[in-house]
């Protein structure tokens, strides 16, 4: 862990402590996502040579990819929040400075939490309904249910970063001065959330 996230992790206390330990959880769904992506690249060559070799295709290759798709697009997430990678308009928003900034972000993380707790429901209700009737694919007949269940596993964690997010907010409405911990980098600065390094010899 370099210098500085140590200093941050410190300032923030209790936050600060939470925040990297949640990164842990983070880089772990993260590092899953990734590797579906990995094994996908591998099925998509494994396809291609049977194509071009064996003029035959991977039976249920496209339902495959299909439902891997939700791995690598949901898993990883809280991780993108953490870093403050998801799309986001900030035109406006990059010209606030203190209690203005920080106020700003808290409502619209407040809001994020509620069309993201929203969406849980939703796809909870989608992954039970697939669940509860057998649901497959039409050609090769794989069942979809634990696909959609990525959907709500994913959200919630990302659910549970905004609301670290919010804690951070508080916290800097409360002491603007403070170093930021446990939000995502500020708009034009080069602030970073808590990461997790394997520490240096």
Known sequence: MSPAQSASGEAGG???RVDRL???VE???NFIGAGVIFALMLFVCAEVFARTALNKSIFGFIDVVQLSMAAF???GAAYCQRLGGHIRMDLAVSQ????WLWSTELISTFVAMIVIALLIKGSWDHFLRAYQIGDTTIDAEVVTWPSKLLAPIGLSF???RLLLNLVG???LLWRPEAEPVAVPPPPGSHHVSAEVDTPQP
Request: charged share 15%.
């Open 14 to 16: 209790a936050l600060g």
């Open 22 to 24: 949640y990164a842990w």
């Open 27 to 29: 880089n772990g769904l």
């Open 73 to 75: 697009a949901f898993l």
């Open 96 to 99: 606030l400075r203190g209690r």
């Open 158 to 160: 990302l659910w549970l």
């Open 169 to 171: 907010y508080l916290r």
